[in-house]
C-alpha cells in the first residue's frame, strides 16, 4: 500500500515571498508519479505539477518546482513570488494501483492550507 | 472553467429522494473517477470507469452507483442516501490506457451535496 504524508496543515507566507510545502511517500512501487493539486475555496482541484520517479531533473512549471529527493521518498512543493490568488489548500497526491484491477487512481495526503498575506 | 462538466453545481435531497450527478469530458479521455470529500479532508476515490470497465471502492455503500453511458459521460445515481454522505462530489478524467503515471487526472468543480 501506498501512504502520502503532509504534515503541515497550514502556511503562512508573504505575498512575492517563496514557500515550499513538504510532502513525503512511501511506495514499494519501482515506478510511480506524484502529482501536486490546488484547490482555491470554490473547490475545484487544479493540477500544478507532476514528478515521474525515473525523472531526472526536478519538475518545472512556471512559478511551481517540485524539490524532489527520491532517497528521502519525498516531493516538496516550492512556489515563487507568492501571489495572492495562490491562498488555497494544496494536495500532494500520488497514484496507486487498485486491488486486483490493474487499474491505478489518485491517493492524496490531508493537505496543506497555504494563505498569502499582503 | 475546467474541461471536466459536472451538474448539478449543488443539491440538496432528502434521505428517501433518488437523483444523479452528471459529469461529461470531451477531451477523448478513456478514463474517468468519482471522488468524494468531506470538509478538510482530501479526496477519496469511489469509482473508476476505464475502457469500459468499472472498478468499485469496496467501501462505497451500494446507495451509490455509477453509470457510463458512453466514453464521454460518467453519471452517479443516488438513493436512500445519509446525512453523512452530505460532501463534495469530484469528477476527474485522464488518458487511460496501459499505465501511464505521468496523466494527470483533470476534475470538474464538484457538485455539493447537502442531505436533509
Known amino acids: 500500500a501506498q501512504k502520502i504524508t503532509q504534515t503541515q496543515p497550514g502556511m503562512f507566507v508573504q505575498e512575492k515571498e517563496a514557500v515550499t510545502l513538504d510532502c513525503t511517500y512511501d511506495?514499494?512501487?519501482?515506478?510511480?508519479?506524484l502529482f501536486w493539486y490546488k484547490q482555491p475555496s470554490s473547490g475545484e482541484m487544479i493540477f500544478l505539477i507532476y514528478?515521474?520517479?525515473?525523472?531526472?531533473q526536478n519538475a518545472t512549471e512556471g512559478r511551481y518546482s517540485l524539490n524532489f529527493q527520491k532517497a528521502r521518498k519525498s516531493a516538496n512543493l516550492v512556489i515563487s513570488a507568492s501571489q495572492l490568488g495562490d491562498s488555497a489548500m494544496y494536495f500532494c497526491?500520488?497514484?496507486?494501483?487498485?486491488?486486483?484491477?490493474?487499474?491505478?487512481?489518485?491517493?492524496f495526503g490531508s493537505g496543506t492550507r497555504l494563505q498569502v498575506q499582503p | 472553467d475546467t474541461e471536466v462538466t459536472q451538474t448539478p453545481k449543488h443539491l440538496v435531497m432528502g434521505m428517501t429522494n433518488k437523483k444523479s450527478l452528471k459529469c461529461e469530458q470531451h477531451m477523448g479521455h478513456r478514463a474517468m473517477y468519482w471522488y468524494k470529500q468531506k470538509a478538510k479532508k482530501p479526496p477519496e476515490l469511489m469509482f473508476v470507469y476505464s475502457y469500459e470497465k468499472l472498478s468499485i471502492n469496496e467501501s462505497v455503500p451500494s446507495r451509490f452507483s455509477p453509470e457510463c453511458p458512453n466514453s464521454s459521460l460518467l453519471n452517479l445515481h443516488l438513493h436512500a442516501l445519509q446525512p453523512e454522505d452530505s460532501a463534495l462530489y469530484l469528477c476527474?478524467?485522464?488518458?487511460?490506457?496501459?499505465?501511464?503515471?505521468?496523466?494527470?487526472?483533470?476534475f470538474g468543480d464538484g457538485t455539493r451535496l447537502s442531505i436533509l
Open positions: 514528478q515521474g520517479s525515473y525523472d531526472q
Open positions: 511506495t514499494s512501487d519501482p515506478s510511480y508519479g
Open positions: 497526491a500520488m497514484r496507486e494501483p487498485l486491488r486486483d484491477t490493474g487499474r491505478r487512481a489518485l491517493t
Open positions: 476527474a478524467s485522464s488518458q487511460g490506457g496501459p499505465d501511464r503515471g505521468n496523466q494527470p487526472q483533470h
